[in-house]
């Protein structure tokens, strides 16, 4: 059974630094873009970051570009999110997801579905 299992939010100040984790198991990421997303209440979902496993190319929102670096560890199926620089507005429920999109642009820019996605990590950054 596929699981995307996040961990490693919580509390920050702003400037301050959080890393987020991202474990799957019950199927291999090789051929799978896999990023973070957020989607506060009564908004569209946002495209934090993402990657391309098999090749590394990588997607990164405006609002995140210089401050967030999406990384990945194919042998441990793992995948991170390392958010420096951290402002007030990054605030959310940040979910790992994943999708067998050629494009990680496509993927994590627009509002493709999801293969899997997990429960989400709660992200507070006070000011």
């Known amino acids: 059974q596929p699981h995307l299992v996040e961990s490693g939010g919580g509390s920050a100040q702003s400037g301050g630094s959080l890393r987020l984790s991202c474990a799957a198991s019950g199927f291999t990421l090789e051929h799978f873009a896999i990023g973070w997303f957020r989607q506060a209440p009564g908004k569209e979902r946002e495209g934090v970051s993402c990657?391309?496993?098999?090749?590394?190319?990588?997607y990164y929102a405006d609002s995140v570009k210089g401050r967030f670096t999406i990384s990945k560890d194919d042998a441990k199926n793992m995948v991170y999110l390392q958010m420096n620089s951290l402002k007030p507005e990054d605030t959310d429920r940040y979910y790992c997801?994943?999708?067998?999109?050629?494009?990680?642009?496509?993927?994590?820019?627009?509002?493709?579905?999801?293969?899997?996605r997990g429960q989400g990590t709660q992200v507070t950054v006070a000011s």
């Open positions: 990657i391309r496993v098999d090749d590394g190319s990588t």
């Open positions: 997801a994943a999708a067998t999109y050629a494009s990680v642009t496509y993927y994590c820019g627009g509002t493709s579905p999801h293969d899997y």
